[in-house]
């Protein structure tokens, strides 16, 4: 149902409440119950990485990041932590991160392996 959709702040250009539930369903339990914040937006923000690691210094927890191709196809990931420039070998994030598509109205979930 739609109570079950988190406050959306800034309408998404790629994901519609069905997919929203989907990718809520799939969230940490840390994440739940908070509104979803649209901090970057290419048609608003422009393609600029350096843009999108400035907006995303101003975050705090989680971020859910968005992609939708040329042939409309979407994809994207959940990050433990906002993206931000990491210099030699270092990594971050936590075994929460996983990776999904939506292909054919059909939700994919690939959740971290540990590998």
């Known amino acids: 149902d ?6 959306m702040i800034g309408a998404s250009e790629i994901l519609d409440g069905e997919q929203r539930k989907h990718l809520i369903r799939a969230l940490p339990g840390r994440c739940q119950g ?14 600029s990485l350096a843009s999108l690691y400035r907006k995303m210094g101003e975050v705090q927890g989680a971020v859910l990041l ?11 990931a ?3 932590d906002p993206p931000s420039v990491c ?3 270092h990594f971050y994030g936590t075994g ?20």
């Open 2 to 7: 739609e109570g079950f959709l988190p406050e």
């Open 34 to 47: 908070y509104p979803w914040n649209l901090c970057f937006s290419t048609a608003r923000d422009g393609f």
């Open 66 to 76: 968005v992609i939708k191709d040329v042939n409309d196809a979407i994809s994207g």
């Open 78 to 80: 959940l990050l433990s």
């Open 87 to 89: 210099h030699g070998d």
């Open 96 to 115: 929460e991160t996983f990776l999904f598509s939506f292909t054919g109205g059909t939700f994919h979930l690939f959740p971290w392996s540990g590998a």
